[in-house]
Structure formats: structure tokens, C-alpha cells
């Protein structure tokens, strides 16, 4: 199997891939994507029926055994005849500030201006080049897509909710350890404080909370475990992932009630489930949540 080539210029929204680049392969596999001259690995699975069916670009956790998360969503894409795309963000060049959130601002201390990164190297605009080079090589370019993030993979998926246009169907985002909160009065990665401009203002946020996002929580993800962000910002939504999911979205349906905002948001609970990838993923309920229109 060939890899596939990509060369994307983020800025410009172009995106170019190789002549002879193959479609996806039925079944599990594995090949490569280069973007700005990085490589990121990407594990697959087609369908064997498949018919042309959207992407479901799935983010792993801190473990960043991308393989295993390909693995868990098969029961989905079997189910509704999805293309799944695993990639692998590895903790080298991908640390706490480029995952989890979002590659927009690298110097997150309190005492500090933030200095916003360019938005072409935001985490988010790279999804999006993935899921478009997987399109070129499908021949599909107006392919759909929803994303789901688990852990890790979710924490960065609320971020780009909020500062990333993109045209998904749905956003699921998975027993995180913090979320961005619908408010200025927690600062960045923790809320929209800090932050410049048309980033923070009233219309983010009412766009925050339009985003097509579910809120899918495992009822029995309450242990503060060594990967738990325990940092002040990350307490104040809640003492495990569990209580900061559930906060977070009262949170953010109360502030669009206030003000009359459209609220996209679905919470969504999986009985019994603790800090599981497989289990949150493979569940009943995330087959739900990704057909919730």
C-alpha cells in the first residue's frame, strides 16, 4: 500500500497530494500524511461495505495508541458505514499545549500576555488537512465528517469547537479532563479570559455554544487519577471528569438561556463507564450520539 503525500499550505488553504496517492484500503491499516513537512501517521478502517460514507476522525488520549483507538470505533463505523481516520499525535511534538489545547497559545502562564500562534498552525486546521487529504485520495472533496475525542482527544476537540470553522456534522467529546469554559472569567486554556479581541467577545461565545457538540460522559468516570488535570483552573470545573463534563454543559445552557442563544450542545451519559476509551467509544450511546443531527 502506498502512503499517502500531502503537501498543505494551511495559510492559503490549498491543499496538494501525490499524482498516484491510492484510496484507503478495506479493512485495518496504516499510512502517513505530510503536513508543512511533519509527518503524522494515520490508522484506518474501511468498511467492507462501504459506500462513499462520511469520515469519523477520531482523537486517542494521552496514551496516544492511536492504533487501539481506530479499534475501538470499528463497531461505529460498521454500524453507520463510516471511513475511520486514528492519527497519531505523538507527546514529542505534540505536547499539553499543542494537543489538549489546540496549539493556541504555547506560553499559558498566568503572569504572562498571551501571544496568540498563528491560526494556520492551530491543532485544529491540522484535522482539518487530514480529513481533506483523505478526501483527495477518496476523490470525494466535499466528503463529510464529525470528529470524537477521548480524554486527551477531547480536551482538544473543545477548543475547536470554539476557534476552528469547519463543517462537522458532529463534535463528541469524550470524558476530558477540562474543558474550555463558556466564559472570560477563566483564562485561557481554561476559558476565553485573556484571549484578544473577536476571540473572546460575545459572538465567540455564542458560537462556542451553537457548535453541534456532544457533551458524552461515562457516569462512572469519577477517580482522580495521575493524568487528571489538577491545576486550579481545572478544579474549578469540578473534582473528576465526570463533575467538569456535567458542569460544563449547565454552564454553557445556562449562559445561552440568559442571553437567548441558539444551544447545539447534547449531553449524553454512559451508565457504569469509567475512564474507558474502548467502552466510551463502542458504546450504544456514542452510536447515538453520532447519528444526533
Same mark, same amino acid.
Given at each position: 500500500?502506498?502512503?499517502?503525500?500531502?503537501?498543505?499550505?494551511?495559510?492559503?488553504?490549498?491543499? !496538494?497530494?501525490?499524482?498516484?496517492?491510492?484510496?484507503?484500503?478495506?479493512? #485495518?491499516?496504516? #499510512? $502517513?500524511? #505530510?503536513?508543512?513537512?511533519?509527518?503524522?501517521?494515520?490508522?484506518?478502517?474501511?468498511?467492507?461495505?462501504?459506500?462513499?460514507?462520511?469520515?469519523?476522525?477520531?482523537?486517542?488520549?494521552?496514551?496516544?495508541?492511536?492504533?487501539?483507538?481506530?479499534?475501538?470505533?470499528?463497531?461505529?463505523?460498521?454500524?453507520?458505514?463510516?471511513?475511520?481516520?486514528?492519527?497519531?499525535?505523538?507527546?514529542?511534538?505534540?505536547? !499539553?499545549?499543542?494537543?489538549? /489545547?489546540?496549539?493556541?497559545?504555547?506560553?499559558?502562564?498566568?503572569?504572562?500576555?498571551?501571544?496568540?500562534?498563528?491560526?494556520?498552525?492551530?491543532?485544529?486546521?491540522? +484535522?482539518?488537512?487530514?480529513?481533506?487529504?483523505?478526501?483527495?485520495?477518496?476523490?470525494?472533496?466535499?466528503?463529510?465528517?464529525?470528529?470524537?475525542?477521548?480524554?486527551?482527544?477531547?480536551? /482538544?476537540?473543545?477548543?475547536?469547537?470554539?476557534?476552528?470553522?469547519?463543517?462537522?456534522?458532529?463534535?463528541?467529546?469524550?470524558?476530558?479532563?477540562?474543558?474550555?469554559?463558556?466564559?472570560?472569567?477563566?483564562?485561557?486554556?481554561?476559558?476565553?479570559?485573556?484571549?484578544?479581541?473577536?476571540?473572546?467577545?460575545?459572538?465567540?461565545?455564542?458560537?462556542?455554544? $451553537?457548535?453541534?457538540? /456532544?457533551?458524552?460522559?461515562?457516569?462512572?468516570?469519577?477517580?482522580?487519577?495521575?493524568?487528571?488535570?489538577? #491545576?486550579?483552573?481545572?478544579?474549578?470545573?469540578?473534582?473528576?471528569?465526570?463533575?467538569?463534563?456535567?458542569?460544563? +454543559?449547565?454552564?454553557?445552557?445556562?449562559?445561552?438561556?440568559?442571553?437567548?442563544?441558539?444551544?447545539?450542545?447534547?449531553?449524553?451519559?454512559?451508565?457504569?463507564?469509567?475512564?474507558?476509551?474502548?467502552?466510551?467509544?463502542?458504546?450504544?450511546?456514542?452510536?447515538?450520539?453520532?447519528?444526533?443531527?
Amino acid at each position: 500500500m502506498k502512503p499517502l503525500r500531502l503537501t498543505a499550505l494551511l495559510a492559503l488553504a490549498v491543499i !496538494t497530494t501525490a499524482l498516484h496517492a491510492e484510496p484507503i484500503p478495506v479493512g #485495518s491499516s496504516q #499510512s $502517513s500524511v #505530510s503536513i508543512h513537512n511533519e509527518v503524522i501517521e494515520l490508522y484506518t478502517y474501511k468498511p467492507a461495505r462501504y459506500a462513499g460514507g462520511p469520515i469519523l476522525l477520531v482523537l486517542h488520549g494521552l496514551s496516544a495508541n492511536a492504533a487501539g483507538y481506530r479499534d475501538y470505533a470499528i463497531p461505529l463505523a460498521d454500524a453507520h458505514g463510516l471511513l475511520v481516520i486514528a492519527p497519531l499525535f505523538d507527546r514529542k511534538r505534540f505536547p !499539553t499545549w499543542r494537543y489538549q /489545547t489546540g496549539g493556541i497559545v504555547r506560553n499559558q502562564r498566568a503572569e504572562d500576555e498571551f501571544k496568540v500562534e498563528p491560526e494556520a498552525q492551530w491543532t485544529g486546521r491540522l +484535522f482539518l488537512a487530514i480529513i481533506d487529504a483523505v478526501r483527495a485520495v477518496e476523490g470525494q472533496p466535499d466528503l463529510g465528517y464529525s470528529l470524537i475525542g477521548h480524554s486527551a482527544g477531547g480536551q /482538544t476537540l473543545s477548543r475547536f469547537a470554539a476557534f476552528t470553522s469547519h463543517q462537522a456534522k458532529r463534535i463528541i467529546i469524550a470524558n476530558p479532563s477540562t474543558w474550555l469554559w463558556p466564559s472570560r472569567d477563566e483564562r485561557f486554556p481554561f476559558g476565553f479570559g485573556g484571549l484578544p479581541g473577536k476571540m473572546a467577545d460575545n459572538t465567540a461565545l455564542r458560537h462556542y455554544l $451553537s457548535q453541534p457538540v /456532544t457533551v458524552l460522559l461515562g457516569t462512572a468516570d469519577i477517580q482522580r487519577g495521575a493524568d487528571l488535570n489538577v #491545576s486550579a483552573g481545572a478544579e474549578r470545573q469540578g473534582s473528576n471528569r465526570l463533575q467538569r463534563g456535567r458542569n460544563a +454543559f449547565r454552564a454553557a445552557q445556562q449562559l445561552a438561556g440568559d442571553r437567548g442563544w441558539p444551544f447545539n450542545w447534547q449531553l449524553v451519559e454512559v451508565p457504569d463507564v469509567g475512564h474507558s476509551g474502548r467502552r466510551m467509544i463502542g458504546s450504544a450511546e456514542a452510536q447515538t450520539a453520532l447519528s444526533a443531527r
